[in-house]
């Protein structure tokens, strides 16, 4: 059965910036056609029947807390490792969810225009790897 679901859009002041961020957290490609200034950029996963990320200029930010976000599950490294890779490329956290002993929970980002992602525990971490 194809996915039905194409893309995943993402609004922006700038998508080229939002599109960059979302391509590191990631790993999907920005497609060949996408430049800076372009008022949509696609990353495009690079797996069959997975959905691609899509990134529209709008003319106004974001205002309230996102309805719908993406829990990220590092692929390499760690979580709190994914966090700082991820406030280094301009994230900011919101909510620190992670339990005392720092083995169970998640850290709430918001990625450079305040889009909401979780980055949970890693399949390592979870000894699902």
């Known amino acids: ?75 390499t490294g760690t979580r709190d490792e994914t966090v700082e890779r991820l406030v280094g490329l301009g994230a900011r956290v919101v909510d620190d969810r992670r339990d005392e002993d720092g083995v169970a929970g998640w850290v709430v980002l918001a990625d450079p225009e305040g889009n909401e992602l979780c980055i949970e525990r890693s399949a390592a971490e979870r000894g699902i790897a």
């Open 1 to 75: 059965m194809l996915n039905p679901v194409r893309n995943i859009t993402f609004d922006a002041l700038d998508p080229w910036k939002v599109a960059r961020f979302w391509s590191e957290v990631t790993g999907y490609a920005i497609a060949e056609d996408g430049v800076e200034g372009d008022e949509e950029i696609q990353l495009e996963p690079g797996q069959p029947g997975a959905p691609g990320l899509l990134f529209i200029r709008v003319p106004d930010g974001k205002k309230v807390k996102n309805r719908v976000h993406l829990d990220i599950q590092p692929p």
